[in-house]
Structures are given as C-alpha cells and as structure tokens.
C-alpha cells in the first residue's frame, strides 16, 4: 500500500510549539505541543493563529 504524502513536524518545531504554549500558560497535558505544531504545519498558519482558532471554536465563536 501506498503512504500518503505525510507533512513531518520536526523536532524544532515541536519544541518551539511547547516553548509558545508554555509562554501562555498552557501545559502539555492540556495541549499536545507535537500535534499543535502539526495542526499549524498543516493549516500553513503562526502558532498564534492557530491558538485563536482552536479557542473560538471551543468557545462557540465568543473570543
């Protein structure tokens, strides 16, 4: 079987992901740092961007 075309989050990526989340008070058991950083590999977007994302759609749209 075939793979896929898999976008690989580097390590760097990853720390940078966890070093952003830490900044904002956010632990790694609330936010896995590894899929943070894939979610903003894959939506092509900042840390930031996706952080405001993931909090208007678990607030309904309120932030």
Do not use: T
């Not at 609330?30 to 607030?59: I, T």
């Amino acid at each position: 079987m075939a793979k896929a075309a898999v976008k690989k989050v580097a390590a760097a990526e990853i720390r940078a992901a966890k070093s952003f989340l830490e900044r904002r008070k956010i632990s790694s058991s609330e936010l896995s740092p590894r899929k943070f950083a894939k979610a903003a590999k894959d939506l092509d977007k900042s840390f930031d961007e996706v952080l405001r994302l993931l909090a208007m759609e678990l607030s309904g749209g309120q932030v």
